[in-house]
């Protein structure tokens, strides 16, 4: 049985007034709020759900630099609400992020650390996301990226081509993961990271090594002893296998 997807993690300088911030911006709650790691998801949540896909902030010593190679795109129902949504994170301490965009229908702002997001246009295809309606990763191969994707999230392939490629979960809920092919090199490591997790039974580290048989390699990002693996996807992105839960 594959991994699924189980977290969005957040690296930050200050982990509790970032997830303030991402509570306020997409109406959700601080579930938990620990020393080590502060957890945001929507009221009501049962973990884990593909409803929606938890925002963990973990503390981390080193600054931002650069944008960002995994963001988040929020769906608006319609110019008002697109309109609406911007002044209000605004006024929560967003700025607005200038990354080259040019003139498009969404707009781009900044979290109060400098994590570039969306806001997108109504768009149909996010009818029925929620706050979040994808979490885009840039990549070299969409396609290439999609097929391994599949496999660690859990979920189906929606649309695929030479730029762009598509995945959400097999229930139909909550937001896409999306792979953006951009000519950008990745130089350091994400700042913004998936968590996967095995279904309750399974053992993690066949798990993981099923991942790696898939071109996932070991990676080290300081993070010590710890239960968990880290490893990196084919283009180096840096994600997580977590004990089964």
């Known amino acids: 049985m594959p991994t699924r997807l189980a977290h969005l993690v957040v690296d930050a300088a200050d982990p509790p007034r970032l997830a303030r911030f991402w509570a306020g911006a997409l109406g959700w709650e601080i579930a938990d709020e620990q020393p080590t790691e502060v957890d945001v998801w929507p009221r009501g ?8 896909l938890p925002l963990v902030f973990v503390p981390v010593p080193e600054p ?8 988040i795109d929020l ?11 911007v002044d209000r994170l605004l006024g929560l301490g967003a700025t607005r992020a200038d990354i080259g965009q040019g003139d498009v229908p969404f707009v781009v702002l900044a979290d109060p650390e400098g994590n570039e997001f ?44 030479p730029d762009f490629a598509s995945l959400r979960s097999p229930s139909g809920v909550g937001p896409f993961l999306e792979l953006l092919r951009t000519p950008d090199a990745k130089t350091v490591k994400n700042r913004i990271h998936l ?5 309750p039974g399974e053992d993690y580290l066949d798990e993981a090594r099923q991942l790696r048989d898939l071109g996932a390699v070991p990676a080290d990002v300081g993070q010590g002893d710890v239960r ?15 004990i089964p839960r």
């Open 118 to 161: 969306c806001v997108l246009e109504p768009r149909p295809v996010y009818a029925d996301t929620g706050p979040v309606a994808a979490v885009v990763v840039d990549c070299a191969d969409p396609v290439a990226q999609a097929r391994f994707w599949s496999r660690a999230a859990g979920w189906a392939v929606q649309e695929e081509g």
């Open 75 to 85: 769906a608006s129902s319609s110019a008002a609400d697109q309109a609406a949504q």
């Open 195 to 199: 968590d996967v997790r095995p279904y």
């Open 228 to 242: 968990w693996l880290v490893l990196a996807d084919p283009e180096g992105g840096e994600f997580c296998v977590l």
């Open 45 to 52: 949540y049962t973990y884990p759900d593909p409803v929606a």
């Open 64 to 71: 931002k630099t650069g944008k960002n190679r995994v963001h």
